[in-house]
């Protein structure tokens, strides 16, 4: 789920003007990929990936900070015996949902590679298709499409949840050095998206409806419930360092500069941290109801 970036999408124009004052500025934002004008909304790994290879991409708000995937099998197979020499279907291989899987074939006693297969088959769609024709026997799948694919009768076999550096704010160093200011404003108009999208239930449930064509209240509301808590989208938006930890730990295992590399090379925190320090997150929050 990317809350983040659902909220985000709608509020930051007026958040924007708001600290800008009667100036306005344009930007050119892309969605779930880097933007080649500065600032973008990205996950954690393609900047880790980016910074290995000597990229200046950091990441300076962090958005989503906890990964959570459901190994959702055919309603069939309810145990890790009947998965045994069966498939799971994934998005691409090295990506998030391989990395989970791996973790989840694990917890259920099951060797990935040996007694599970872990076939590589695209977007969530696909998955869901080759789960419904018994293309394969398995599916990683994270919200809201977890809570649909249950609703439709398929079973969950074991939930993986991590700190990862999903979903957050990245730029360069470069286009800070050059824009402070700018990003600024941008790091304070994030932080000011994710406090409305916390208090506001309704107007979070239609953002959420809106980006992800939904109309099922019930899985809106578990999305909206799932997305929103305070571990996975954190009042304040420091990039998780562990989460970064997450994603160097397999890289490590090909990659001689995964393995010295830190957490702290692939962030810039100096935004966020301000906005901690002079209080204005915790005047944000000030009177909500827990």
């Not at 208090?199 to 019930?218: F, H, N, P, W």
């Not at 305070?230 to 997450?246: A, F, N, R, T, V």
């Not at 397999?250 to 901690?276: G, H, N, Q, S």
Request: aromatic share 8%; hydrophobic share 40%; with cysteine.
């Amino acid at each position: 789920m990317k809350a983040a970036i659902l909220a985000l999408s709608l509020f930051t124009p007026f958040s924007f003007y708001c600290v800008a004052s009667a100036q306005l500025t344009k930007l050119t934002i892309g969605s779930n990929t880097l933007s080649g004008s500065g600032i973008g909304q990205v996950t954690g790994p393609p900047i880790v990936s980016a910074g290995l290879k000597g990229a200046d991409a950091v990441m300076i708000a962090g958005g989503n900070v906890v990964s959570e995937y459901w190994l959702m099998s055919r309603p069939e197979i309810k145990t890790a015996e009947q998965l045994k020499g069966g498939s799971v279907a994934i998005a691409t291989f090295g990506g998030q949902a391989d990395f989970l899987s791996r973790i989840a074939l694990q917890k259920l006693g099951l060797n990935p590679g040996k007694d599970v297969t872990i076939v590589q088959i695209g977007t969530i769609p696909e998955r869901l298709s080759a789960l419904a024709t018994g293309k394969v026997q398995a599916a990683m799948l994270n919200s809201p499409d977890n809570f649909r694919a249950e609703k439709g009768g398929y079973y969950n076999l074991v939930s993986v949840r991590l700190p990862y550096q999903g979903v957050g704010v990245a730029t360069t160093r470069a286009f800070i050095r050059e824009n402070p200011d700018i990003v600024r404003r941008y790091v304070r108009s994030q932080v000011e998206a994710v406090h409305r999208i916390k208090t506001d239930r309704e107007t979070g449930i239609k953002v959420l409806a809106k980006y992800l064509s939904l109309q099922d209240k019930e899985i809106l509301e578990r999305s909206y419930d799932d997305a929103s808590t305070d571990d996975k989208l954190p009042q304040k938006q420091y990039p998780s360092l562990e989460g970064i930890k997450k994603i160097l730990e397999p890289l490590a295992e090909t990659d001689a500069k995964a393995k010295t590399a830190k957490p702290e090379d692939f962030v810039d925190m100096r935004f966020i941290k301000e906005l901690d320090e002079n209080g204005f997150i915790d005047d944000l929050y000030k009177g909500r109801k827990r």
